[in-house]
């Protein structure tokens, strides 16, 4: 009797040593007496407590054997056998799930599958019978955990119908797992509608605690937001009024989220990084993620869609000096990989760029921003079968995002491949669903173009624009382009005049669709509604100034209204720019020649202008084509030979961002 008290008292002291270890995190002493504590009493709650002591060192394939070597888990025994030296506890049910847990920072999925099989035999396609009778355990309550679990496992070996499945069963059960609800709608089906549903029809309370929850989920919901649910920035203090800012990406939920949360939590502020980089609002996604990281150094999310934005912005100093912060914390990690790759990126290193990218893909196979910056190095490259190969990759990874889609379908535009280039643009324009990134509209619109579906395509280059941050700058017939230019200055920042645009960060909005307006300005030309085309071509060069492709494109456009002094103006200001230019000195001399045989010699053609016009100052196209008049004759607009300007190309810029994985 006398020993049997002494050992329960050892018992109780033992364990208190443990549990008092592993609350100070001194995880070697709790260690050493949990081991002590397993052998005086060889039970599910002394292998789990010593279990967890060497899971918390991170010793994750000690703890698996300890539960594996005390059968109390499945091991090299059957389910049945293990579970038959026991009575199904609470404790017996946490060892399988500790085990799992192991197995997932082993990386072992099938064999975490396996263990996790032991809550629910669907999991795996072995049977496992005791007595006739199929052996399972009860979940106790973990039944969302399990489930998210097994998404995770099937996610990891490629099986994306089932790794969905499970992580919408996994919020049925629990719609407050949060990591069920980040990997279904954030990094798999981010533009799947479907999926961005799924947290509004679960079982959430109306109470005020749920409706908060709901909109920290819901601040992740959507990329390409649309600017009728932005709202008004708030300026920062209780006393300030609200002020309008196109540009902070303000959602309603995070005015909701405010009073508790306040607007610097670092997860509000991220979210609204994220959607200031997909909206293009490169300088303000900059600023917001650089808070992030000084905030939070190690918050991969936002190293990434900062990391993105140097890479737009250029800052090749400010990514050299990240991407070795970053490999001196964490040497081999996919994000310490894909940092130094964006910076020879950037500095057009593409062959040293292309190396570091693919080893963020051997470190992270699942690290979808490797996998597109990889495509993107081979694209720079000009290697086209290498290109689709890295985004077929990416797609196959991760189904839900339109990116990997997109960039193959523009990788077909290039190689003039219109068929397949059009069946991957659609695709990804299904997944898009109805958050389309107006980026596939443009690329849509310069398939048909080439196709001589001009119709077509100046509707999707309309909605590109509609649907894009520019829509406000009225950029339609009917609004002068003075009016617009002075919208452009102000919204970006500029009191004195366009010439400081393409030198600054701030442009990067304007000039990143500047493509789709001149492409729709083409389109313009081609149905023969010149005013229009006009309108559009001087609305890119308020963009980008002195481009000679628009001084050519404008000049063109005059000559076939008959204006042939506008013409021979313009075609020289695209000389001036680029003299070596075959096309536009043909067309001058066509001009100036038919000038000449209609009695009008043009003063501009026997010198270029001296100095460029400013932007500013140039009027806005007639809104009505037709005849010109002089004082001498009435004339009908020439028509010039049929031969083309240089046919549009796709958007040349490719974006660095995509939805990760939680870190």
Same mark, same amino acid.
């Given at each position: 009797?006398?020993?049997?008290?002494?050992?329960?008292?050892?018992?109780?002291?033992?364990?208190?040593?443990?549990?008092?270890?592993?609350?100070? &995190?001194?995880?070697?002493?709790?260690?050493?007496?949990?081991?002590?504590?397993?052998?005086?009493?060889?039970?599910?709650?002394?292998?789990?407590?010593?279990?967890?002591?060497? *899971?918390?060192?991170?010793? *994750?394939?000690?703890?698996?054997?300890?539960?594996?070597?005390?059968? +109390?888990?499945?091991?090299?025994?059957?389910?049945?056998?293990?579970?038959?030296? =026991?009575?199904?506890?609470?404790?017996?049910? !946490?060892?399988?799930?500790?085990?799992?847990?192991?197995?997932?920072?082993?990386?072992?999925?099938?064999?975490?599958?396996?263990?996790?099989?032991?809550?629910?035999?669907?999991?795996?396609?072995?049977?496992?019978?005791?007595?006739?009778?199929?052996?399972?355990?009860?979940? @106790?309550?973990?039944?969302?955990?399990?489930?998210?679990? =097994?998404?995770?496992?099937?996610?990891?070996?490629?099986?994306?119908?089932?790794?969905?499945?499970?992580?919408?069963?996994?919020?049925?059960?629990?719609?407050?797992?949060?990591?069920?609800?980040?990997?279904?709608?954030?990094?798999?089906?981010?533009?799947?509608?479907?999926?961005?549903?799924?947290?509004?029809?679960?079982?959430?309370?109306? !109470?005020?605690?749920?409706?908060?929850?709901?909109?920290?989920? /819901?601040?992740?919901?959507?990329?390409?937001?649309?600017?009728?649910?932005?709202?008004?920035?708030?300026?920062?203090?209780?006393?300030?009024?609200?002020?309008?800012?196109?540009?902070?990406?303000?959602?309603?939920? %995070?005015?909701?989220?405010?009073?508790?949360?306040?607007?610097?939590?670092?997860?509000?502020?991220?979210?609204?990084?994220?959607?200031?980089?997909?909206?293009?609002?490169? !300088?303000?996604?900059?600023?917001?993620?650089?808070?992030?990281?000084?905030?939070?150094? @190690?918050?991969?999310?936002?190293?990434?869609?900062?990391?993105?934005?140097?890479?737009?912005?250029?800052?090749?100093?400010?990514?050299?000096?990240?991407?070795?912060?970053?490999?001196?914390?964490?040497?081999?990690?996919?994000?310490?990989? +894909?940092?130094?790759?964006? *910076?020879? &990126?950037?500095?057009?290193? &593409?062959?040293?760029?292309?190396?570091? @990218?693919?080893?963020?893909?051997?470190?992270?196979?699942?690290?979808?921003?490797?996998?597109? =910056?990889?495509?993107?190095?081979?694209?720079?490259? %000009?290697?086209?079968?290498?290109?689709?190969?890295?985004?077929?990759?990416?797609?196959?990874?991760?189904?839900?995002?339109?990116?990997?889609?997109?960039?193959?379908?523009?990788?077909?535009?290039?190689?003039?491949?219109?068929?397949?280039?059009?069946?991957?643009?659609?695709?990804?324009?299904?997944?898009?669903?109805?958050?389309?990134?107006?980026?596939?509209?443009?690329?849509?619109?310069?398939?048909?173009?080439?196709?001589?579906?001009?119709?077509?395509?100046?509707?999707?280059?309309?909605?590109?624009?509609?649907?894009?941050?520019?829509?406000?700058?009225?950029?339609?017939?009917?609004?002068?382009?003075?009016?617009?230019?002075?919208?452009?200055?102000?919204?970006?920042?500029?009191?004195?005049?366009?010439?400081?645009?393409?030198?600054?960060?701030?442009?990067?909005?304007?000039?990143?669709?500047?493509?789709?307006?001149?492409?729709?300005?083409?389109?313009?030309?081609?149905?023969?509604?010149?005013?229009?085309?006009?309108?559009?071509?001087?609305?890119?060069?308020?963009?980008?100034?002195?481009?000679?492709?628009? @001084?050519?494109?404008?000049?063109?456009?005059?000559?076939?209204?008959?204006?042939?002094?506008?013409?021979?103006?313009?075609?020289?200001?695209?000389?001036?720019?680029?003299?070596?230019?075959?096309?536009?000195?043909?067309?001058?001399?066509?001009?100036?020649?038919?000038?000449? =045989?209609?009695?009008?010699?043009?003063?501009?053609?026997?010198?270029?202008?001296?100095?460029?016009?400013?932007?500013?100052?140039?009027?806005?196209?007639?809104?009505?084509?037709?005849?010109?008049? /002089?004082?001498?004759?009435?004339?009908?607009?020439?028509?010039?030979?049929?031969?083309?300007?240089?046919?549009?190309?796709?958007?040349?810029?490719?974006?660095?961002?995509?939805?990760?994985?939680?870190?």
């Amino acid at each position: 009797m006398a020993q049997h008290a002494i050992r329960s008292e050892l018992k109780t002291k033992l364990e208190e040593l443990v549990r008092n270890a592993m609350d100070t &995190y001194s995880y070697e002493n709790a260690i050493f007496y949990a081991e002590k504590l397993l052998s005086l009493e060889k039970s599910p709650a002394s292998a789990l407590l010593l279990a967890k002591a060497y *899971y918390g060192n991170g010793e *994750y394939a000690r703890a698996l054997n300890v539960l594996q070597r005390n059968e +109390f888990v499945p091991g090299q025994v059957s389910h049945g056998d293990c579970f038959k030296r =026991a009575v199904i506890s609470k404790e017996i049910v !946490n060892c399988v799930l500790l085990a799992a847990r192991c197995l997932e920072h082993l990386k072992d999925w099938a064999k975490c599958l396996q263990m996790l099989s032991c809550f629910d035999t669907s999991l795996s396609q072995q049977e496992h019978n005791y007595g006739g009778v199929q052996e399972t355990i009860p979940f @106790f309550g973990y039944r969302s955990v399990v489930y998210s679990l =097994a998404g995770r496992c099937y996610e990891e070996l490629e099986k994306k119908p089932s790794s969905r499945n499970y992580y919408e069963k996994s919020l049925q059960e629990d719609p407050f797992n949060w990591e069920a609800y980040y990997r279904l709608v954030d990094v798999h089906f981010p533009a799947d509608a479907d999926s961005k549903g799924v947290h509004l029809t679960l079982a959430l309370n109306d !109470n005020p605690t749920s409706k908060i929850i709901k909109d920290l989920f /819901s601040c992740k919901l959507s990329y390409w937001t649309s600017k009728d649910s932005l709202i008004p920035k708030y300026s920062g203090t209780e006393d300030d009024d609200w002020t309008t800012e196109e540009g902070t990406m303000i959602m309603p939920e %995070e005015v909701r989220l405010a009073p508790y949360f306040g607007w610097s939590n670092i997860y509000i502020q991220y979210c609204r990084a994220e959607r200031m980089y997909y909206g293009h609002y490169i !300088n303000s996604a900059y600023e917001v993620s650089k808070q992030v990281l000084e905030e939070d150094p @190690f918050h991969e999310q936002s190293c990434v869609v900062h990391t993105a934005a140097l890479v737009s912005l250029s800052r090749k100093t400010d990514l050299f000096q990240l991407g070795h912060e970053i490999s001196d914390r964490s040497p081999n990690s996919s994000l310490s990989w +894909f940092v130094v790759g964006a *910076y020879y &990126y950037t500095i057009e290193d &593409y062959d040293k760029a292309g190396k570091y @990218f693919y080893k963020a893909t051997i470190a992270g196979p699942s690290f979808l921003p490797a996998w597109i =910056a990889y495509g993107h190095t081979f694209h720079s490259l %000009e290697e086209g079968e290498h290109t689709v190969t890295a985004y077929r990759s990416a797609q196959r990874m991760f189904p839900g995002c339109h990116l990997a889609a997109l960039y193959m379908g523009m990788e077909h535009v290039k190689s003039s491949n219109l068929q397949h280039a059009y069946s991957f643009l659609r695709m990804a324009k299904s997944i898009s669903q109805e958050h389309v990134d107006p980026l596939i509209y443009n690329e849509m619109g310069v398939t048909l173009y080439r196709s001589r579906k001009y119709e077509a395509a100046r509707d999707l280059f309309l909605s590109a624009i509609s649907n894009s941050p520019v829509s406000s700058w009225a950029v339609r017939p009917g609004v002068p382009v003075t009016d617009v230019q002075k919208v452009i200055l102000r919204e970006e920042g500029y009191e004195s005049g366009p010439h400081d645009i393409p030198n600054s960060a701030n442009a990067m909005r304007g000039t990143f669709w500047e493509p789709t307006i001149f492409n729709l300005a083409h389109c313009m030309r081609k149905l023969r509604c010149y005013s229009e085309a006009l309108h559009y071509y001087f609305i890119s060069l308020a963009i980008k100034p002195h481009q000679a492709s628009v @001084f050519t494109a404008i000049g063109f456009t005059y000559h076939l209204m008959g204006r042939l002094d506008d013409a021979i103006q313009y075609y020289h200001m695209s000389l001036s720019v680029k003299s070596n230019d075959t096309f536009t000195r043909d067309m001058l001399n066509k001009a100036t020649k038919d000038s000449f =045989a209609h009695g009008h010699p043009s003063t501009a053609s026997s010198s270029p202008p001296s100095l460029r016009p400013s932007i500013l100052s140039t009027t806005s196209p007639p809104l009505v084509p037709g005849r010109l008049s /002089s004082a001498s004759q009435n004339w009908e607009p020439m028509v010039v030979d049929p031969e083309p300007l240089p046919e549009l190309s796709s958007t040349p810029i490719r974006r660095l961002q995509f939805p990760i994985q939680q870190g």
